[in-house]
């Protein structure tokens, strides 16, 4: 979603007349408006921002040089989402590699990461409501993998068996707090208890400065499917810049490029200000 936001905004960018402020203020109303409509998606405000944020500094340009930024700036960021999982699956080989893996949710930067590697076993939830889990699991087996399908409601007492609990996201937060499937806590919980690792494995176009003390709500469609995982139910983030514990996520904000910046012109909690 934040993939077809940025490429929404470019094509907007590359329609637009009129002076370059009245065509970036065009394309701000638009990421706000986009911002909104998924407020527990914050990669979307934080990917929209950016690309808003790299052309705010250029506004003295004209019309079409400003076009040029946003469109470079829109290919970067996608060019850099499709890179991502391969870096990622780098860096969990040596966690994977014979392992006993739970995942929950049908992630394709979970699913790039164990088909590069060479685990043992999968053990994949059906991932209620929506089922995804069912043709993960199938893509898995063709790619000649062990994979085992429970019911979401088996997965906690399941935990024992494995040596990770390994799950993407929707969007991190830099407070550590993680927007995925439904399900994910009581399983993240009773890994915690028996000692496992909780890790997940998102690219860095999936972070999301916190505006104020903590993660926006969900709307009430988007709890049917989705939750705040608590940052103390984390070990660490795998990400195509590096393995990070949820209390160093900060760091990885602020060195990247226009994103809190980028994250406040555009975010839910300024559009209902």
Same mark, same amino acid.
């Given at each position: 979603?934040?993939?077809?936001?940025?490429?929404?905004?470019?094509?907007?960018?590359?329609?637009?007349?009129?002076?370059?402020?009245?065509?970036?203020?065009?394309?701000?109303?638009?990421?706000?408006?986009?911002?909104?409509?998924?407020?527990?998606?914050?990669?979307?405000?934080?990917?929209?921002?950016?690309?808003?944020?790299?052309?705010?500094?250029?506004?003295?340009?004209?019309?079409?040089?400003?076009?040029?930024?946003?469109?470079?700036?829109?290919?970067?960021?996608?060019?850099?989402?499709?890179?991502?999982?391969?870096?990622?699956?780098?860096?969990?080989?040596?966690?994977?590699?014979?392992?006993?893996?739970?995942?929950?949710?049908?992630?394709?930067?979970?699913?790039?990461?164990?088909?590069?590697?060479?685990?043992?076993?999968?053990?994949?939830?059906?991932?209620?409501?929506? #089922? +995804? /889990?069912?043709?993960?699991? $199938? @893509? *898995?087996?063709?790619?000649?993998?062990? !994979?085992?399908?429970?019911?979401?409601?088996?997965?906690?007492?399941?935990?024992?068996?494995?040596?990770?609990?390994?799950?993407?996201?929707?969007?991190?937060?830099?407070?550590?707090?993680?927007?995925?499937?439904?399900?994910?806590?009581?399983?993240?919980?009773?890994?915690?208890?028996?000692?496992?690792?909780?890790?997940?494995?998102?690219?860095?176009?999936?972070?999301?400065?916190?505006?104020?003390?903590?993660?926006?709500?969900?709307?009430?469609?988007?709890?049917?499917?989705?939750?705040?995982?608590?940052?103390?139910?984390?070990?660490?983030?795998?990400? #195509? +810049? /590096?393995?990070?514990?949820? $209390? @160093? *996520?900060?760091?990885?904000?602020?060195? !990247?490029?226009?994103?809190?910046?980028?994250?406040?012109?555009?975010?839910?909690?300024?559009?209902?200000?």
């Amino acid at each position: 979603m934040a993939r077809q936001a940025v490429e929404t905004l470019a094509e907007m960018a590359a329609e637009q007349g009129g002076t370059s402020e009245e065509g970036l203020e065009a394309l701000r109303d638009a990421g706000r408006r986009l911002a909104a409509a998924r407020p527990g998606v914050g990669a979307i405000a934080g990917a929209v921002g950016r690309l808003l944020a790299s052309g705010r500094y250029e506004s003295h340009l004209e019309p079409e040089s400003l076009r040029r930024v946003l469109e470079e700036e829109a290919l970067a960021l996608t060019e850099g989402r499709m890179r991502a999982p391969a870096s990622i699956a780098i860096q969990l080989r040596d966690r994977l590699e014979g392992a006993t893996v739970m995942t929950h949710s049908a992630s394709a930067t979970v699913r790039e990461a164990i088909a590069h590697t060479s685990p043992e076993k999968l053990i994949c939830t059906v991932s209620r409501p929506v #089922e +995804e /889990g069912r043709a993960f699991a $199938d @893509d *898995l087996r063709v790619a000649g993998l062990e !994979v085992e399908l429970i019911e979401d409601a088996e997965a906690p007492g399941r935990i024992s068996e494995t040596s990770l609990f390994l799950i993407g996201a929707d969007t991190v937060f830099s407070d550590g707090a993680v927007c995925n499937k439904v399900g994910t806590i009581p399983i993240a919980r009773a890994a915690a208890a028996a000692g496992i690792d909780t890790v997940v494995a998102a690219e860095v176009v999936k972070l999301a400065p916190v505006v104020g003390a903590q993660a926006p709500d969900l709307a009430d469609f988007e709890r049917e499917l989705f939750e705040m995982i608590p940052a103390d139910l984390v070990t660490e983030f795998v990400t #195509e +810049e /590096g393995v990070f514990r949820p $209390d @160093d *996520l900060g760091t990885l904000v602020d060195r !990247v490029p226009f994103l809190r910046e980028g994250y406040e012109l555009v975010a839910p909690a300024s559009v209902s200000q």
